[in-house]
């Protein structure tokens, strides 16, 4: 669970897996949340800050109601008069440009897709799940087909954007709405059928594509608010997720990353989370991705606990001492965010734009843990 800047504008051991040698697990990534709160013309700068960290993967919440805020003729027509594609074209081909990798996050759906109704009340996104999976996994197969590193977008030339998260933290109600009809849960089965239809096209559209699904949120138990991230994992299977997608969790503890606990989810106790993707189909063989983590350096009114700002430096050099993030199973740990906001303070800035101790630790840390394999720009 975090609170990114446009609600401003309102771990263990992988059973069976054998260590690397240090310096071959994970990678590390940044997250802006400020981007999809910022308008096209102010993209380029978002995009300068991030990349002056020196990171090379940059994770960008992309909004579909922004780039299809009328229902297209044909929705899988990347070139639809509906689309409008300037926020998108900015952030997603400038950030390739720039000479880093983008994981894309698709979510917040426009009101046509969702008969009108928002969702959860209070929020400035739709949490509302789609009325019809089809329609997200049209406009999948359009997004990823204007960024296959084929297609001419205008202005633009070709750009490559491989990494594509099917929605965010889908078993938190303030994203995926509603969770129950009384006591049967609807949010998973919705979800997989979301998921079973946009990976096929995704990858149809663009073959070198990477889907990403269950981008799950760090709750520990069901209850009225959402899943619980352990029987979310088991939703997926109970629900009939297919095959072909890599797997995505958050975590955000309440203690240091080394530090043993009971606490779920923590850095020590994520091997509970390998146990339930490796009973998924193709499980085993899933990568495990982090697209957020992080300390937060002030109680928000949505976590009560606070780190000091040495704490949060130290402790993100930690991260990638812990087993689990050194094995080959974890490609990459996204810190979550490039600068506080008034709700969510895990930044590597302040609210004000001064740099916390986290931001000269990012900047080394992306040279002693850069991004490998196909993550890396360029691959």
Partial sequence: MRVTAPKMLAAALVAGAALPAAGLG???GLQDDRM??????DIPGRIAMAQATGTQVLRIDT???TAAPTEPADATNHLDPAYDWSWADAA????????????????????WATGGKQGVKGVVWNSKAPTNPQDFADFMSALATRYNGVTQIPGQGT????FYEIWNEPNLQIYLYPQYSGKNVVSSPKYVKMANLAVPAIKAANPRAVPITGVTGPKGKSDSSGRGTIDWIKDLKKFGLKAGSQYSQHIYPAVPPLKKTTIFPAWDTLDEVVTEVNKLPGGKSKKIYITEASYTTAKTPYRKVAFTNAQQAAYMKDIFKVPFVKS???????WFQLQDNPNWPGGLLLNSGAQKPSYAQFQRMTKSNPPKGNLRPGS
Avoid at 36 to 41: D, L, M, Q, T, V
Avoid at 159 to 162: A, D, I, R
């Fill in 63 to 65: 909004f579909w109601a």
């Fill in 92 to 111: 997603l081909c400038g950030t390739v440009k720039a000479g880093m990798q983008p994981i894309v996050t698709v979510w917040n759906a426009p009101g």
């Fill in 26 to 28: 994970a990678g590390i």
């Fill in 36 to 41: 999809a709160a910022s308008s096209a013309g």
């Fill in 328 to 334: 080959p199973r974890v490609p990459v740990v996204i």
């Fill in 159 to 162: 750009c490559l954007v491989k």
